[in-house]
């Protein structure tokens, strides 16, 4: 099992374009979520997914849209950048909500300019 | 609102130590409490989980407490070793709506040769 995939690793964006990150997962997990790491904070939830088709805000939804069209896949798109949008984003999936443990992707690092 | 911290950004400790890292936690009463391990440029990785039935757990050289009376949780690494150098972070059982885990800002630490 490859776990937790996501592309790209790294990428630049200058404000106001747009741009998806991509997340897949080959465990059948149910559970996936999205969250953004910036210096001296927490991982921070961005929007989650209980299965396919169902979708929900975090505590910092602004500016991200999501969609769970397949268990696999559970793309983060920005819809225009903006710096503030700098950060690295992980990916994460369990095999149900609720179920305690996570399984992470390696990240994006994300610059915004 | 819920509220988790760690007690330090950053611990160095000299190698066979055991090395002590604390998280706590207020407005709040989890079900179960998570440490996860997060090396530079990769995502987090599952340590371990205990339950808030539970005072004690235990893996190999690593040891979690959970005193829900102090809202606390110990993480330690006995004899620790150069390569347990990492940042670990604390999550909580979010209990509500918006997903699952509510995460520290993590203590990076480092274990000298």
Known sequence: NAGVTQTPKFQVLKTGQSMTLQCAQDMNHEYMSWYRQDPGMGLRLIHYSVGAGITDQGEVPNGYNVSRSTTEDFPLRLLSAAPSQTSVYFCASSVEFRSPRQYFGPGTRLTVT | ?113
Do not use: M
Not at chain 2, 11 to 31: F, M
Not at chain 2, 71 to 91: E, G, M, N, R, V
């Open chain 2, 1 to 113: 609102s819920q509220k988790i911290e760690q007690n330090s950004e950053a611990l160095n400790i000299q190698e066979g130590k055991t090395a002590t890292l604390t998280c706590n936690y207020t407005n709040y009463s989890p079900a179960y409490l998570q440490w996860y391990r997060q090396d530079p440029g990769r995502g987090p990785v599952f340590l371990l989980l205990i339950r808030e039935n539970e005072k004690e757990k235990r893996k190999e050289r690593l040891k979690v407490t959970f005193d829900t009376t102090l809202k606390q949780s110990l993480f330690h690494i006995t004899a620790s070793q150069p390569a347990d150098s990492a940042t670990y972070l604390c999550a909580l059982d979010h209990g509500g709506s918006q997903g699952n885990l509510i995460f520290g800002k993590g203590t990076k630490l480092s274990v000298k040769p």
